[in-house]
C-alpha cells in the first residue's frame, strides 16, 4: 500500500501560479503511476493529468494542456503539479492517486490509491 498527502492548494488570482505536491509513503514509490484529478462542486471526478513509473510519459486533459505540468521525483517520494495561467474553472478539490499498472488510464475507478485533496480557488 501507499499512503498519499496533497499539499500545497490555496487562493490564487486568475493568470496566477500554483504548485501542488504529493508526498507517498509505504511501499515503493517507483512502482507506482501517478495522477491528478479534480472534482468541483456539484461535478464528477475528472482527469487532469498522469506521468508514469519512471516520468518519462506524461500525458494531459485537454483543459489543461499547455498550462499545467506533472512531473515526479521518485528520489523524494514526490509528485507535483505545476498550474500556470490559472482560470476560475479550475477551481476544485485537487487530488493525487497512484496506480499500480503503469498503462495510460484517465478513469478515477482505475487507481488505486488516493490522498485527501487540496482546496484550489481561483478569483476572477
Known amino acids: 500500500q501507499v499512503q498519499l498527502v496533497e499539499s500545497g492548494g490555496g487562493l490564487v488570482q486568475a493568470g496566477g501560479s500554483l504548485r501542488l505536491s504529493c508526498a507517498a509513503s509505504?511501499?515503493?514509490?517507483?512502482?507506482?503511476?501517478m495522477g491528478w484529478f479534480r472534482q468541483a462542486p456539484g461535478k464528477e471526478r475528472e482527469f487532469v493529468t498522469a506521468?508514469?513509473?519512471?516520468?518519462?510519459?506524461?500525458y494531459y486533459a485537454g483543459s489543461v494542456k499547455g498550462r499545467f505540468t506533472i512531473s515526479r521525483d521518485n528520489a523524494k517520494n514526490t509528485v507535483y503539479l505545476q498550474m500556470n495561467s490559472l482560470k476560475p474553472e479550475d477551481t476544485a478539490v485537487y487530488y493525487c492517486?497512484?496506480?499500480?499498472?503503469?498503462?495510460?488510464?484517465?478513469?478515477?475507478?482505475?487507481?488505486?490509491?488516493w490522498g485527501q485533496g487540496t482546496q484550489v480557488t481561483v478569483s476572477s
Open positions: 492517486a497512484a496506480r499500480e499498472l503503469n498503462s495510460r488510464s484517465t478513469a478515477p475507478r482505475e487507481y488505486d490509491y
Open positions: 509505504g511501499r515503493s514509490f517507483s512502482t507506482y503511476a
Open positions: 506521468i508514469s513509473r519512471s516520468g518519462g510519459t506524461t
